[in-house]
């Protein structure tokens, strides 16, 4: 079946313009997680989505990210205001659940940000 | 707190070689789950492997094996006879009572040909 999916797999958008990034998950996984990925560095949790709804927003950097989600299927990462330190891939993942269940993550190719 | 340590930051081998990569965690929980997850170039997360806190039990899976030992709070992963196309980022992440998945910093392999 189809794995997830992010778009657009490149954007580059000059500092201080607002970008959105979209994430398709897997049909009928329950969660959805967005992580940053800077140059040659780990992952860091951004937020993770149960349903339509965010439980945990802590990793969000700042008010300039948001992040929502409809229909318990596509998300989207809205970052205001871009910064150059916002250069990084954004890869969003889906699970079949989240809080209790010991679903691996399934992710997507991501999408590399370029901030100029 | 959580954390999970890859400390080998990057390896080089020679192809055909067997090659180990370490991974150490903490949790105070009792119950949690440990993944492996490959990165190759292309850049999309794969994953390799999951295993409980019940479950001690070393596991293979063709060249690969992963050992798992709660005494020493390690989650190590082998490659045996190794490839031009193992190479890869690979991370180690934990998963405890909650949804997070807390991870390394990664591993970078170089098989060297």
């Known amino acids: 079946g189809a794995g997830v999916s992010q778009s657009p797999s490149n954007k580059v958008t000059e500092k201080g313009k607002d970008v959105e990034l979209r994430c398709d998950p897997i049909?009928?996984?329950?969660?959805l997680y967005w992580y940053r990925q800077r140059l040659g560095q780990g992952l860091e949790f951004l937020i993770y989505?149960?349903?339509?709804?965010?439980?945990?927003k802590s990793g969000l950097p700042s008010d300039r990210f948001s992040a929502e989600r409809t229909g318990e299927s596509v998300s989207t990462l809205t970052i205001q205001r871009t910064q150059q330190e916002d250069s990084a891939v954004y890869l969003c993942?889906?699970?079949?659940?989240?809080?209790?269940?010991?679903?691996?993550?399934?992710f997507g190719p991501g999408t590399r940000l370029t901030v100029t | 707190a959580q954390k999970v340590t890859q400390a080998q930051t990057e390896i080089s081998v020679v192809e055909k070689e067997d090659v180990t990569l370490d991974c150490v965690y903490e949790?105070?929980?009792?119950?949690?789950?440990l993944f492996w997850y490959k990165q190759p170039p292309s850049g999309e997360l794969v994953f390799l492997i999951r295993?409980?806190?019940?479950d001690e039990q070393n596991e293979i899976s063709g060249r690969y094996s992963w050992n798992f030992q709660k005494s020493t709070s390690s989650f190590n992963f082998t490659i045996t006879a190794s490839q031009v196309v193992d190479s890869a980022v690979y991370f180690c992440?934990?998963?405890?009572?909650?949804?997070?998945?807390?991870w390394g910093a990664g591993t970078k392999l170089i098989i060297k040909p």
């Open positions: 992440a934990l998963r405890d009572s909650n949804y997070q998945l807390i």
């Open positions: 295993r409980n806190s019940f």
């Open positions: 993942a889906s699970s079949l659940t989240g809080r209790t269940g010991t679903y691996e993550q399934y």
């Open positions: 949790t105070r929980d009792t119950t949690y789950y």
């Open positions: 989505f149960q349903g339509n709804s965010a439980p945990d």
């Open positions: 049909s009928g996984h329950t969660a």
